[in-house]
Each structure stands twice: as C-alpha cells, then as structure tokens.
C-alpha cells in the first residue's frame, strides 16, 4: 500500500486535536482509553504524522498521545514544560514518553524537569547532545544550524522544503525500494510544517547545546523502566550509545534491524518492543 494510501486511511479514523498551552499552539493526536498512556515525540520534521503507524498500532491498547511542536515555544524547557501541562489536562496516568531521535533528548527533558507525571522513557535512535560536547563540535554545530536558519528566512517555503526533502533523502540509496514511500512521507509532512516551526526546531537544537545537560540523579526514579532501542545501521556512534545507556539505571537495551528510515517505513519491530515493554510494566498508583 502507498504512503497517500496510508495517511488518507489514518487521517479519516483519526481527527487532529488542537489547544493553546504555554503560549504555543499545540496541534496533536489523542487516541485510546486504558490506564497506561504513552506520549509519542516525534523526530523527522517534529510532525506526528510520521509515527502515524504507531500511533494506529498502539491506541488498540494505551491511552495515545502524539504531539507537534509549536513554533511559538523556542527552548526545551519551555516546551518539556508544556507538554506536561497537556499531560496534565488530560489527566494521564502510568506515562510513558517515546521520543525518537530529537524527541527522545525531549522526553528526558519533560521526564528530568516532572517526574511526578512520568513513569518511564522509551528512547528511540538518541544521540545525546548537551553542553557537554567538546567546544570544537559544539561551534560547528552551532554555525551549521545558523546558516540553515538564514537560509530558512530569505528562502521562498517551496525553495525552503525542497531543500529539506533533499536533505532528509540524501542518505537514502536511490535504488532503495522505500525511495517513493519516504518522498511521499516527506513532502506530506513538510506541507504541515513551516518555515517558522523549522526555524524554532533550529533554536531548540542549540538550546540543547547551551543549556542542557543530565546525569545518572536525573532520572534515579526510573529505575528499570527506561527501553532504548538502538537501530543496527545509526549514525550514532558505538560511544555515544553507551553515554545514553549510562545515564540509566539498569535500562533495557534492544536493536531495532535497519537504519533511521526503517521506523518510518515499517515500524512494526519498534511497536513491537515497545508494546512488549508497556505490558511488563506494572500499574503505579497515580
């Protein structure tokens, strides 16, 4: 089936929920009814579309959550802080927080900064960045990330996306089979973002450099109830892997097969790792 075929059928059985929180305009997905609830954070584009498939899959059994970022909310606390705002709402209980790539960085924010609303963290495709890095791959980053924010403010959107597309599909061999799938992905996702929520991601991504930063006490509450999964064929390196695992205590650790196309195109492992995990987990008192 095509991605047009996919979205179109997600789209029909699953209406987009908006509300103004903490001066940001959230536009997300609440989906289900059980006492466990898993808040899905999304990387690619921060669009929750591309964890549609989770999303359809796991609302069968937990209380779905999958949020857009808003482009007024330009720091990661401000937006961890809202988030649990929207957790709080809602009255979620038994949260679990699924961030994947960006949005695991922002799941341990939310999960640092309230862990009275968190139960537990499943990470997917992390690599840390804070403001430990070394200054030398701090500054690159950083000029990096400022020469696509001005490309991003005189880029017409069209020119803009195009660009990103690129970018995103770059590392993509072209005679790969998922090569229509992902364009598709893309260009439907982009078509629901912005110049301005891009430039906001931009800002949050440096943020992470200067100002944030987690060790081992950060998350002492969550003993045995953090899943990592890690895919075969990442960009992350093997040391960057074991800084995340460190930062838990006893974290359970699974590789997904594939690289960081695979989610998106058959996430049927990951959901499958992590509805195993959601089902081990015992129900805490709210």
Same mark, same amino acid.
């Given at each position: 089936?095509?991605?047009?075929?996919?979205?179109?059928?997600?789209?029909?059985?699953?209406?987009?929920?908006?509300?103004?929180?903490?001066?940001?305009?959230?536009?997300?997905?609440?989906?289900?009814?059980?006492?466990?609830?898993?808040?899905?954070?999304?990387?690619?584009?921060?669009? *929750? #579309?591309?964890?549609? /498939?989770?999303?359809?899959?796991?609302?069968?059994?937990?209380?779905? %959550? @999958?949020?857009?970022? +808003? =482009?007024?909310?330009?720091?990661?606390?401000?937006?961890?802080?809202?988030?649990?705002?929207?957790?709080?709402?809602?009255?979620?209980?038994?949260?679990?927080?699924?961030?994947?790539?960006?949005?695991?960085?922002?799941?341990?924010?939310?999960?640092?900064?309230?862990?009275?609303?968190?139960?537990?963290?499943?990470?997917?495709?992390?690599?840390?960045?804070?403001?430990?890095? *070394? #200054?030398?791959?701090? /500054?690159?980053?950083?000029?990096?990330?400022?020469?696509?924010?001005? %490309? @991003?403010?005189?880029? +017409? =959107?069209?020119?803009?996306?195009?660009?990103?597309?690129?970018?995103?599909?770059?590392?993509?061999?072209?005679?790969?089979?998922?090569?229509?799938?992902?364009?598709?992905?893309?260009?439907?996702?982009?078509?629901?973002?912005?110049?301005?929520?891009?430039?906001?991601?931009?800002?949050?991504?440096?943020?992470?450099?200067?100002?944030?930063?987690?060790?081992?006490?950060?998350?002492?509450?969550?003993?045995?109830r953090v899943l990592i999964m890690h895919l075969e064929k990442s960009a992350v390196a093997p040391e960057k892997r074991k800084e995340l695992e460190s930062l838990f205590m006893y974290p359970i650790v699974n590789r997904l097969d594939g690289n960081s196309y695979a989610s998106l195109v058959n996430p049927s492992?990951?959901?499958?790792?992590?509805?195993?995990?959601?089902?081990?987990?015992?129900?805490?008192?709210?």
């Amino acid at each position: 089936m095509s991605f047009q075929d996919d979205i179109k059928r997600f789209s029909q059985d699953n209406p987009k929920t908006s509300l103004p929180v903490s001066g940001g305009f959230f536009e997300y997905y609440i989906e289900g009814d059980a006492k466990k609830s898993l808040v899905l954070l999304p990387g690619h584009f921060g669009e *929750p #579309e591309t964890l549609f /498939k989770h999303i359809d899959s796991l609302k069968r059994q937990f209380k779905v %959550l @999958a949020i857009s970022y +808003p =482009p007024e909310i330009k720091t990661n606390d401000a937006l961890g802080d809202a988030i649990a705002k929207l957790i709080s709402f809602y009255r979620l209980t038994n949260v679990y927080v699924y961030g994947q790539g960006y949005g695991g960085l922002l799941a341990m924010n939310v999960a640092k900064r309230h862990p009275e609303l968190i139960s537990g963290l499943i990470l997917e495709d992390v690599e840390l960045l804070t403001n430990a890095l *070394p #200054e030398d791959a701090k /500054k690159k980053f950083v000029k990096d990330a400022d020469l696509k924010a001005r %490309l @991003a403010k005189v880029q +017409p =959107p069209s020119m803009y996306q195009n660009g990103e597309l690129k970018a995103f599909l770059k590392p993509l061999p072209e005679d790969s089979r998922d090569v229509t799938y992902l364009t598709d992905l893309a260009s439907y996702t982009l078509g629901r973002s912005s110049k301005e929520k891009s430039l906001a991601q931009n800002e949050r991504f440096v943020d992470l450099l200067n100002n944030q930063s987690y060790d081992l006490k950060d998350f002492e509450n969550l003993k045995s109830r953090v899943l990592i999964m890690h895919l075969e064929k990442s960009a992350v390196a093997p040391e960057k892997r074991k800084e995340l695992e460190s930062l838990f205590m006893y974290p359970i650790v699974n590789r997904l097969d594939g690289n960081s196309y695979a989610s998106l195109v058959n996430p049927s492992q990951s959901i499958t790792f992590i509805r195993g995990f959601l089902n081990a987990m015992p129900l805490l008192e709210s």
